[in-house]
């Protein structure tokens, strides 16, 4: 009896921790990771040695090692084809991989000097930019050819897109503004000045642009709509550096990794800004030199890979507070999230590892009496094909239902969704993993998606 009493007192604890799973030994100089969740395959780009390992979801083997040119640097998912693409740095090519049986399809010539890669699930078009060249190229998602180049500014270096309007986003490091490019036509509609050397944005679904400027350090917002300026924000203590930026949908937070410029002058915290004011919640102290900082929807963490701590730090996301700091291997730099296994895996460049984090179901420790007031709904079928029902606890009221993807893009939106029950067709949603929110409802779940 004692031991069961000791159990139910553990259990709110066990529930929220989150701890070192496993190490998985990779290539040289694991650089970036990448998630398929038709196959439940994880991806890990390996810039030494050029070569991307594939590790099974479920077991956390390694399942094949893909040789590829020069440089693997970053990952993008085409949801519709099962393809998984990469950038190769040194080449100025795209290697595109069959995410069913990890062969490789093709290498597109692109640019010079491509820095990032963009899924519009929209148009099946994945966008490159390429720093050296001043230009994105367009890839068509089932001819694997470039069916477009488009000019933008000087040192083009991130890209996003808002799904709503089908429209792309690009920052130019050494022009200083955002190019707005129209999906549809693929022609730059509208420049924006922004700060002192741009280098990441997000585009967040409450219709912010926020793009993170690593040479006047700070974070400038942009209005998604109208394109007009919101604000601007100072960040760090030392400087942005070339860090990211991630979104909080359930609590409208954003979240800036500090890590400031490469070299001995770095930082440790993560500004965390309030989505709807625009202004500082707070700047979390975390490990030094904190490279990528990570959203996870199934449990409402956030995760931080600290390049020079040998940490990951998990901050919660209603606190704001570190709720745990988990030792890893050597400078921690990438982050990519299983979530049928709720395993948030981290690329250690230096030690040529990634190490995989177990991150359990509950994101907070709830006492026996919060839970009796809690409301929690219901959905089901799950997995579902062409629709799923939404179920309210009783007495419980919802002006709105969110469906996100495993980026944290809202991909649907109901409202007036009342009481009761509600049918959610889900004809234009593709198959993969997603997230529900319910208004005024406590929680989110994990919803699977099958055609």
């Known amino acids: ?55 099974n979801g479920a077991t956390n083997q390694v399942i094949t090692t893909i040789p590829v040119l020069s440089g693997p640097w970053t990952f993008t998912y085409n949801t519709l084809n099962n393809k998984v693409y990469c950038v190769n740095w040194g080449a100025c ?72 309007t089908n429209k792309v986003y690009c920052t130019n490091e050494y022009s200083d ?36 400027n690593h040479g006047s350090r700070n974070i400038s917002i942009f209005d998604a709509v109208t394109h007009s300026f919101l604000g601007r924000v100072p960040i760090g203590q030392v400087g942005i550096g070339y860090s990211t930026l991630t979104y909080n949908p359930i609590n409208n937070k954003v979240y800036c990794a500090n890590a400031g410029p490469c070299g001995p002058y770095t930082d440790s915290t993560v500004t965390i800004i309030d989505g709807a004011t625009n202004t500082i919640i707070a700047n979390v102290i975390v490990g030094i030199g904190p490279r990528e900082v990570f959203y996870n929807a199934n449990t409402n963490n956030i995760y931080v890979a600290n390049f020079h701590s040998k940490t990951v730090s998990v901050i919660d996301g209603i606190t704001n507070q570190v709720k745990k700091t988990i030792a890893v291997d050597s400078g921690s730099l990438a982050l990519a999230h299983n979530p049928i296994q709720h395993r948030i895996y981290v690329a ?29 709904f219901e959905i089901y079928p799950n997995p579902a094909k062409s629709f799923f ?19 944290g893009k809202v991909v649907k939106k109901l409202k007036s ?16 993993i997603y997230f529900v929110q319910v208004d005024n409802v406590s929680g989110i779940k994990k919803l699977v998606i099958t055609k």
Do not use: H
């Open 389 to 407: 029902v939404v179920r309210l606890p009783l007495s419980a009221t919802a002006s709105q239902i969110k469906i996100f993807d495993i980026s």
């Open 417 to 432: 969704l009342g009481v009761g029950e509600l049918r959610v067709p889900l004809k234009d949603i593709k198959a993969g």
């Open 348 to 376: 250690n460049f230096y030690d040529n590892t990634v190490s995989v984090i177990q991150d359990a179901n509950s994101n907070t420790d709830i006492s026996e009496s919060r839970m009796q007031n809690i409301k929690i």
């Open 93 to 164: 090519r795209v290697t595109i991989i069959d995410g069913a049986n990890n062969s490789v399809i093709a290498n597109v010539l692109v640019g010079s000097v491509p820095s990032d890669l963009l899924y519009n699930s929209i148009n099946n078009q994945i966008y490159c930019s390429n720093w050296g060249s001043n230009s994105i190229s367009v890839i068509d998602g089932a001819t694997n050819r470039v069916v477009a180049t488009i000019p933008v500014g000087d040192g083009p270096a991130a890209i996003d897109y808002n799904p709503t």
């Open 1 to 55: 009896m004692k031991k069961l009493k000791l159990l139910f007192l553990l259990l709110p604890a066990l529930l929220a921790a989150q701890w070192l799973e496993t190490t998985i030994n990779v290539g040289q100089g694991p650089l970036a990771l990448g998630y398929n969740p038709a196959d439940n395959k994880v991806y890990c780009a390996n810039f030494y040695s050029n070569d991307i390992t594939v590790i």
């Open 177 to 212: 503004d955002m190019k707005v490019i129209y999906g549809p036509t693929n022609q730059v509609i509208r420049t924006i000045q922004v700060g002192d050397a741009p280098w990441n944005l997000l585009y967040t679904p409450n219709n912010k642009i926020y793009v993170a």
